[in-house]
């Protein structure tokens, strides 16, 4: 077989690409390893900045999202018996946009499939080859027998556990992580919303989170300890943990019922530089990850996304290689800022097990600054929002 782009994982970066390559007549081949029932069975985040918004437009996959998803102007941060709220909308003209990850990857699908694009599901062994000369290929086994793509550039989309980071010699690449010391206990319950925007507690029993998909759809965690197990977890035992870390009048009007789905989620910083090899391009969780305190893990896969897609652009209809050239200087300069912003929110409400009476002070201090001062609220927001790319 032969392709300009083949395009590793069919996770939301894989996919945003292949369709928006597709609108520009660039043809790709994505390779997943799993199913896509597999796939859509993967719960994430559900906050898109409108950058991820515009680009699902553009890729002609957002009248779902249109339709159903929830625009926020601001969300709720409570510590003790205090709680505020930020507003989007009045320090950065925009609102973010509730929808799930899930759906984003249903709606890109849906647009691959009805314009026949190449998907490959359960493809085995993938293995990049000559990734640093101007004729790479990949290889992959399905269903026992062999395959080849003969193609000009590669997109590595294929997550934290993929190849396409490993292809990269250790000597040339640079990794950088942190992991935090507790998880996030998540679950999914078929009950309305405690609250109409989200709501982030930092409470002395840790931090919680309510979130939700749609009216009648909420998402709710509590941060966990590492050694924590989701079986361990009753749903009557998850909701009166979570009662007891938000502010009251909101645990008193909180709609409790079955959970659907309940999971435990490590947190971690991590990034690797750079981001390209030759013809090899690493785009969303392949290259970093974020913790999810602020939802930023689609949408710094996006911007990369947006960044690649515009290069290979370049290259195919100008003949240019400027864009492709710049590729990752230009994304880890945004994915840093994100990566900034996802560690500061995670220290700011979470509950560190070795943390001193001096920390908790600190703490406690930057959410009354924040809570009190217009400036502090605005960087929040242009960060909650996302920076321009
Ligand atoms: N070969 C082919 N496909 C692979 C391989 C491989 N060796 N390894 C992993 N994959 C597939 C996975 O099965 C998955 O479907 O690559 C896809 C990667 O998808 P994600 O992990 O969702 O990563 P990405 O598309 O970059 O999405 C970033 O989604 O995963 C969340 O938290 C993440 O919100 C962030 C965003
Ligand atoms: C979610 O709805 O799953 C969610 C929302 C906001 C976050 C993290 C997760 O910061």
Redesign the pocket.
Known sequence: MKTQVAI????????LLARLLQTRGIESVV????TKA??LG?I??GVLEQGLVSLMEQAGCADRLHAEGIAHDGTLISYGDEMFRVNFTEHTGKPVMVYG?TEVTRDLYGGLEQSSAQIVFN?ED?VIHNAHTDKPHVT?VVDGKPNRINCEFVAG???????SRQTIPIEVRREYEKVYPFGWLGILSETPPVNHELIYANSPRGFALCSMRNENLSRYYIQCSLNDKPENWSDDAFWHELKRRIPTDQADKLVTGPSIEKSIAPLRSFVTEPMRWGRLFL????AH?VP?TGAK??NT?ASDVHYLFNGLRDYYENQSTNGIDKYSEKALARVWKAERFSWWFSSLMHSYPDQSEFDLKMQIAELEFLRSNRAAQQAMAENYVGLPY
């Open positions: 590793i994982g069919g996770g939301p970066s894989g996919l390779l997943e390893r799993k597999y796939v993967r994430r985040a990850q493809a993938v992959y989309c294929d997550g934290f556990h993929g190849v785009c969303g969780d392949a990850i999810p893990g689609l896969a």
